[in-house]
């Protein structure tokens, strides 16, 4: 195996960012939370300009996740949609937190949002589209 796919296949393991394209990936693992929650792991599209998470509600409901509220969201091109919202535990690049998860449509890129990336103390650096992690949270 060479030593550049030997890289990319440590980082792969160890949930690290993945580029396609210009696009920023990272692998990420839904669990549904409370007792007997089930898990879904997917490539997810760090997206810097949503505020929350969303993955196909098929997946959601398939796993446990129940809907607990409902918000009208902005998407890219303008256009208001009303979406479904849970709550799950995220993990990825070895951290762990939970937040709010949209049920979005079943053939949807899941995308994980800033609030995530945030309450874990991990940005995008916009010149080389790579996850940072801060040296700590910011308190103030």
């Not at 030997?6 to 669990?31: D, E, K, N, P, Q």
């Not at 998470?53 to 398939?62: D, N």
């Not at 208001?80 to 951290?95: I, K």
């Amino acid at each position: 195996m060479e030593k550049s796919t030997a890289m990319l296949a440590w980082g792969i393991a160890r949930g690290y960012t993945l580029m396609a394209m210009g696009l920023t990936h990272v692998t990420v693992t839904l669990t549904a939370l409370g007792p007997g929650g089930g898990s879904y792991q997917a490539d997810f599209l760090v997206d810097t300009g949503a505020t929350d998470s969303l993955a196909p509600a098929a997946e959601l409901r398939k796993i446990g996740v129940q809907p607990v509220g409902k918000m009208v969201y902005e998407l890219a091109d303008g256009t208001l949609h009303e979406y479904e919202f849970g709550l799950a535990q995220f993990e990825f690049m070895g951290e762990i937190t939970a937040g709010r998860v949209i049920f979005g449509p079943d053939d949807a890129e899941p995308i994980l949002g800033v609030t995530v990336l945030e309450s874990v103390g991990i940005t995008i650096d916009p010149a080389t589209r790579t996850l940072k992690r801060l040296p700590a949270i910011p308190l103030k």
